[in-house]
């Protein structure tokens, strides 16, 4: 963390008021504020537009030579096609009410980080080029005519939002910058202008199925290896299907799980708990991807890289889908699947098969959240659970944005860890629920390059944690989002030392009870479970 001004460095924020208009404040670009651009070869096999090498600090960016016609009849399409973008547009008032919601104002002080800002950037070219006031008065109607500045400031603050959604939940008009966001994003995409944290990860999706670019044998490897780690701590030997035809269920989570720490432990939760209820299911090395990229990219790449997990599910024979701990795959799943690709009527409502309960708020989609199912099944009684295992573990919740404020889950989570763990706290109530404040890495920003920016925008999550640690001693932050759990243990280490991220599935196999398991001394991370320090030292 060195490379970073330290916490009370950064925590010196300015707040004032600009001498001058932002119209008149040119973007400045400097390490840390924004992410690498996508490399031509990633551009190239995707076919999009003009792949070259640049970088957002050059002055020339090397846009095609007619990219403000390119821009414009980019700008014209999607007006005409979505009636939610041309009204976004319209109807701001300028109230503020979303002014100081963000959580990259909160955490840097720049006026264009303001939500209403962020989206007079589009809405000055708009007013410009399709307005009747905005081409006859000009800036006087708050229209500005489209230059390459305008376009590199798109650059800088369209990938300085991580489509989080905290600002509309203020807006009285329901205005949804998020998909401003997108918009803005889909029409730097046609002059070339993205980023790599994003495309190369579409990239490998497209090709292998996962972010990670992950093969089939590789993935088969992975699981494999961390049923080893499964035995060595329980003494259960698990041998989980892999591309099962028939099988009732198709699980599918993101890959990022697979991979990294602390999010393997959540892998290996879910592996445990379907061996415990001998679910009839199967993973697939070829949807081995929940998360969905797409989403940050455009609405056509969003359609295909979901339409494979439901193609996967009918070539298995499947009934239905379990979903894992993701964020943006839920935001993909319940905004946009039935519009896109549903509804997915080759399938059946999902039904557990433990207590028989339907989900019929999953007959569109088919796809049922696992935190729905494992909620669903403690309170059925199915689940032995033994939360003394997690009795170090003074744990809160950080409620992703996507499936807080996209979808609604809001009880299922808190009411799993109430069970799986003795001490939960919540952090204060402007931080979480449908208000929480992002991780600060959403929206295909989690890359390390943009890390002093992801750490300003974390400062108000960071500072809830920080207080119910000082306040009841939390040492765990639990979460049901890989992103998260990618980008919170950094964000920890720097507001809230002491801190560590865990998922849901963790906590809950931890204190699950198998049947035949051995004297359990450690738990998933194989720390010694409380009351087996001294053995472990022996
Ligand atoms: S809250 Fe809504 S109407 Fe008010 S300034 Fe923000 S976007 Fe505009
Ligand atoms: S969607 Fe989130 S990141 Fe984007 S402007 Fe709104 S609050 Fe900020």
Same mark, same amino acid.
């Given at each position: 963390?060195?490379?970073?001004?330290?916490?009370?460095?950064?925590?010196?924020?300015?707040?004032?008021?600009?001498?001058?208009?932002?119209?008149?404040?040119?973007?400045?670009?400097?390490?840390?504020?924004?992410?690498?651009?996508?490399?031509?070869?990633?551009?190239?096999?995707?076919?999009?537009?003009?792949?070259?090498?640049?970088?957002?600090?050059?002055?020339?960016?090397?846009?095609?030579?007619?990219?403000?016609?390119?821009?414009?009849?980019?700008?014209?399409?999607?007006?005409?096609?979505?009636?939610?973008?041309?009204?976004?547009?319209?109807?701001?008032?300028?109230?503020?009410?979303?002014?100081?919601?963000?959580?990259?104002?909160?955490?840097?002080?720049?006026?264009?980080?303001?939500?209403?800002?962020?989206?007079?950037?589009?809405?000055?070219?708009?007013?410009?080029?399709?307005?009747?006031?905005?081409?006859?008065?000009?800036?006087?109607?708050?229209?500005?005519?489209?230059?390459?500045?305008?376009?590199?400031?798109?650059?800088?603050?369209?990938?300085?939002?991580?489509?989080?959604?905290?600002?509309?939940?203020?807006?009285?008009?329901?205005?949804?910058?998020?998909?401003?966001?997108?918009?803005?994003?889909?029409?730097?995409?046609?002059?070339?202008?993205?980023?790599?944290?994003?495309?190369?990860?579409?990239?490998?999706?497209?090709?292998?199925?996962?972010?990670?670019?992950?093969?089939?044998?590789?993935?088969?490897?992975?699981?494999?290896?961390?049923?080893?780690?499964?035995?060595?701590?329980?003494?259960?030997?698990?041998?989980?299907?892999?591309?099962?035809?028939?099988?009732?269920?198709?699980?599918?989570?993101?890959?990022?799980?697979?991979?990294?720490?602390?999010? %393997?432990?959540? =892998?290996?939760?879910? #592996? *445990?708990?379907?061996?415990? +209820?001998? @679910? $009839?299911?199967?993973?697939?090395?070829?949807?081995?991807?929940?998360?969905?990229?797409?989403?940050?990219?455009?609405?056509?790449?969003?359609?295909?890289?979901?339409?494979?997990?439901?193609?996967?599910?009918?070539?298995?024979?499947?009934?239905?889908?379990?979903?894992?701990?993701?964020?943006?795959?839920?935001?993909?799943?319940?905004?946009?699947?039935?519009?896109?690709?549903?509804?997915?009527?080759?399938?059946?409502?999902?039904?557990?098969?433990?207590?028989?309960?339907?989900?019929?708020?999953?007959?569109?989609?088919?796809?049922?959240? %696992?935190?729905? =199912?494992?909620?669903? #099944? *403690?309170?059925?009684?199915? +689940?032995? @659970? $033994?939360?003394?295992?997690?009795?170090?573990?003074?744990?809160?919740?950080?409620?992703?944005?996507?499936?807080?404020?996209?979808?609604?889950?809001?009880?299922?989570?808190?009411?799993?860890?109430?069970?799986?763990?003795?001490?939960?706290?919540?952090?204060?109530?402007?931080?979480?629920?449908?208000?929480?404040?992002?991780?600060?890495?959403?929206?295909?920003?989690?890359?390390?390059?943009?890390?002093?920016?992801?750490?300003?925008?974390?400062?108000?999550?960071?500072?809830?944690?920080?207080?119910?640690?000082?306040?009841?001693?939390?040492?765990?932050?639990?979460?049901?989002?890989?992103?998260?759990?990618?980008?919170?243990?950094? @964000?920890?280490?720097?507001?809230?030392?002491?801190?560590?991220?865990?998922?849901?599935?963790?906590?809950?196999?931890?204190?699950?009870?198998?049947?035949?398991?051995?004297?359990?001394?450690?738990?998933?991370?194989?720390?010694?479970?409380?009351?087996?320090?001294?053995?472990?030292?022996?």
């Amino acid at each position: 963390m060195a490379k970073y001004p330290p916490p009370e460095e950064l925590i010196k924020i300015n707040y004032s008021t600009p001498p001058t208009s932002w119209m008149d404040v040119p973007p400045e670009f400097k390490p840390g504020n924004f992410s690498y651009p996508a490399k031509p070869d990633i551009l190239k096999y995707l076919n999009f537009p003009n792949p070259r090498v640049w970088s957002p600090m050059d002055d020339d960016w090397k846009l095609p030579e007619n990219w403000k016609e390119i821009i414009t009849e980019g700008f014209r399409e999607r007006l005409d096609k979505y009636r939610s973008f041309k009204i976004f547009m319209d109807v701001c008032v300028r109230c503020g009410a979303c002014a100081d919601k963000c959580h990259f104002f909160i955490g840097g002080g720049d006026p264009k980080n303001m939500p209403v800002l962020r989206a007079e950037l589009l809405r000055s070219i708009y007013r410009g080029d399709f307005t009747m006031a905005g081409k006859i008065l000009g800036r006087l109607a708050g229209a500005r005519k489209l230059e390459t500045d305008v376009v590199k400031e798109w650059f800088l603050y369209f990938y300085q939002c991580t489509e989080c959604r905290r600002c509309s939940l203020f807006c009285p008009y329901g205005i949804d910058t998020a998909e401003i966001t997108m918009m803005a994003r889909e029409l730097l995409h046609l002059v070339g202008c993205n980023i790599n944290w994003i495309l190369e990860p579409v990239a490998n999706c497209n090709r292998t199925g996962n972010h990670l670019g992950i093969q089939p044998h590789a993935f088969k490897d992975m699981v494999e290896f961390l049923c080893e780690d499964i035995e060595t701590v329980t003494g259960v030997r698990i041998d989980p299907p892999l591309n099962r035809k028939g099988a009732e269920i198709l699980f599918i989570t993101p890959s990022g799980d697979i991979f990294a720490d602390p999010g %393997i432990y959540t =892998f290996m939760g879910y #592996l *445990i708990l379907f061996h415990y +209820l001998d @679910l $009839d299911y199967t993973w697939s090395t070829y949807a081995s991807e929940g998360g969905n990229f797409g989403l940050f990219t455009s609405d056509k790449m969003m359609k295909k890289l979901n339409g494979k997990m439901y193609h996967e599910a009918e070539r298995l024979g499947v009934k239905w889908i379990l979903g894992g701990e993701c964020g943006h795959m839920w935001r993909v799943i319940n905004q946009y699947m039935l519009t896109m690709n549903g509804p997915a009527n080759f399938l059946q409502t999902p039904v557990s098969p433990i207590t028989g309960t339907r989900f019929d708020a999953a007959a569109g989609t088919k796809m049922l959240h %696992i935190t729905e =199912f494992t909620a669903d #099944l *403690i309170k059925n009684n199915k +689940l032995k @659970l $033994d939360p003394s295992r997690n009795a170090n573990f003074k744990v809160t919740f950080h409620d992703s944005c996507n499936t807080a404020r996209g979808m609604g889950i809001l009880e299922e989570p808190r009411y799993i860890l109430k069970n799986v763990v003795p001490e939960f706290y919540e952090m204060p109530d402007n931080t979480i629920r449908e208000q929480t404040f992002c991780c600060g890495g959403g929206a295909g920003l989690n890359n390390e390059e943009f890390m002093e920016t992801r750490l300003r925008g974390g400062l108000p999550r960071g500072n809830a944690v920080k207080y119910v640690r000082d306040t009841h001693g939390v040492n765990t932050l639990a979460c049901m989002c890989a992103i998260d759990r990618a980008t919170l243990p950094p @964000l920890c280490d720097y507001w809230a030392p002491g801190v560590g991220v865990s998922g849901i599935h963790e906590l809950v196999s931890n204190a699950l009870v198998l049947d035949g398991e051995k004297k359990r001394t450690m738990d998933l991370r194989q720390n010694p479970l409380p009351g087996f320090e001294d053995e472990e030292e022996e």
